[in-house]
């Protein structure tokens, strides 16, 4: 069997970013996972639940007696952080041992939640495309791209789980996040000690809390706290307006004045329209503090002052924020965007069309291609016969079905074999694979590159 994600007409998403197998391979299904204790409660489970012997006891008692436990799959990848398109083979499972061929589908549920850090690594790197796009065009150069967007999105998410697969998988494409769990994830199974990183922040509670009458004394509490490092505050409170003009502006502007680089103010805004309110809070900071033309003549506001935008971001956002302020003349420097449910909740297995299907049996010896072809949605055919995954000459990458590919041509590698992880690979391996390509930095070039590819595939080539 086999798992994909679907080429569709139109999507948002025309190619992939591979991340989270070796995570499930580690978590689950590694070293003896079947004990005499595990079928025995099985068997009442299933009892109970469909309320008739259906477990195949004798079975699971093979693996546990022929194979002490481990099971005798082999799973062939995609390496990790590789940017795939849409419509090619993932990865492979297949059973090495012929009595068990019902266990090659059986772990189906468990893989197609490969779905969620696919889905999640995917977006995240189109935010880097969107976010490189404009830093280059306003500022020259690419420099801090890594913590452009910050992962906002722990307490979103359904479960601690989700929060450590979506947290890890924004971590293939940037070094910022509040997401405690995903670096963890990324230290236990891929062996990355810090992946990513933050600053102090307050939030709404730490200043209101001190009073309406007392916002002042709150940033200043904050500043006086935090005085050798960045620190990001929250300052729609009340009025972000005001806040800006006359507490940032004016009672406190000697001490934002005070602070380098090294311990900018991050202000952050968290409500109303972003676009509008990001205009008018950058123009209030540039009459307050001043601003200077950079290499390529974009405005920068002072290097202790920057801006964070946490609420309403999403990919169609983030690049409509970013045009208006260079339309009016500022560079991406000044801002950083945080982002929460759009990265890691408000999508599904639809988002990207995974799925994951048989396409080859053998029965008695004798080899058979299979394929499912619904009459009432041809778009949900799947590939048929022994898969794999080449560079053909034009350089695009496309799946050879029917068993008819070169094995040194195959892409994909053995990253599990008979209950043993095979392959291990670094979060710093991952993200080199995931590196946005020249092309991605240059729209101009892209465009073109994307108009060849069209006719490949118009042409039936690719």
């Not at 995609?78 to 589908?105: A, K, M, Q, S």
């Not at 706290?225 to 300052?235: I, Y």
């Not at 507490?247 to 680089?261: A, N």
């Not at 920057?306 to 690049?319: A, E, K, N, P, Y």
Request: charged content about 25%; overall charge negative; aromatic content about 8%.
């Amino acid at each position: 069997s086999y798992f994909e994600c679907r080429r569709k007409k139109d999507s948002q998403f025309s190619e992939v970013v591979f991340f989270g197998l070796q995570y499930l391979l580690k978590k689950y299904l590694t070293g003896p996972v079947i004990t005499e204790q595990k079928i025995q409660e099985a068997k009442l489970f299933y009892q109970m639940h469909f309320k008739q012997a259906v477990l195949d006891e004798e079975g699971w008692r093979k693996v546990l007696e022929k194979h002490d436990g481990r099971l005798p799959i082999r799973i062939k990848a995609v390496p990790e952080g590789r940017i795939i398109p849409r419509g090619n083979v993932l990865f492979t499972v297949e059973n090495t041992d012929p009595d068990f061929y019902w266990l090659t589908n059986y772990i189906e549920t468990m893989l197609v939640q490969m779905w969620y850090p696919i889905t999640v690594a995917t977006i995240s790197r189109e935010f880097k495309k969107i976010l490189a796009k404009h830093l280059k065009a306003t500022s020259g150069s690419l420099e801090g791209l890594d913590l452009k967007l910050h992962d906002f999105g722990y307490r979103g998410v359904s479960s601690q789980e989700s929060a450590a697969l979506g947290g890890a998988a924004h971590l293939v494409n940037f070094c910022s996040t509040d997401t405690v769990a995903g670096l963890l994830m990324a230290q236990r199974y891929y062996a990355c000690p810090m992946a990513g990183f933050s600053i102090p922040a307050a939030e709404h509670s730490t200043i209101i809390s001190w009073g309406r009458n007392r916002e002042k004394e709150a940033f200043e509490r904050v500043l006086d706290q935090f005085s050798s490092g960045p620190v990001s505050v929250v300052s729609d409170s009340y009025d972000i307006f005001n806040a800006c003009k006359h507490i940032w502006g004016d009672k406190l502007k000697e001490q934002v004045m005070e602070r380098s680089q090294d311990s900018c103010l991050v202000i952050r805004p968290d409500s109303g329209d972003p676009t509008e309110t990001l205009i008018e809070v950058i123009k209030i900071l540039e009459e307050c503090f001043g601003c200077s033309l950079n290499s390529v003549g974009y405005k920068v506001l002072p290097s202790y002052l920057r801006i964070i935008q946490g609420d309403g971001i999403d990919l169609t956002s983030v690049d409509e924020i970013l045009q208006k302020l260079s339309d009016e003349g500022w560079s991406a420097e000044n801002m950083f965007f945080g982002c929460g449910s759009a990265l890691l909740q408000k999508l599904n297995r639809d988002t990207l069309s995974c799925a994951f299907k048989c396409s080859y049996v053998e029965t008695n010896g004798k080899g058979m291609d299979v394929c499912k072809q619904p009459v009432t949605d041809p778009s949900k055919g799947s590939k048929r016969g022994r898969l794999s995954l080449r560079r053909n000459s034009d350089g695009l990458l496309e799946t050879i079905e029917r068993g008819a590919g070169k094995p040194e041509e195959d892409l994909l590698v053995t990253v599990f074999e008979n209950g043993s992880l095979v392959q291990d690979y670094s979060l710093e391996e991952i993200r080199k694979n995931a590196r946005l390509r020249d092309e991605e930095l240059n729209p101009i070039l892209h465009n073109h590159e994307q108009e060849l590819l069209h006719n490949h595939i118009i042409n039936g080539i690719h």
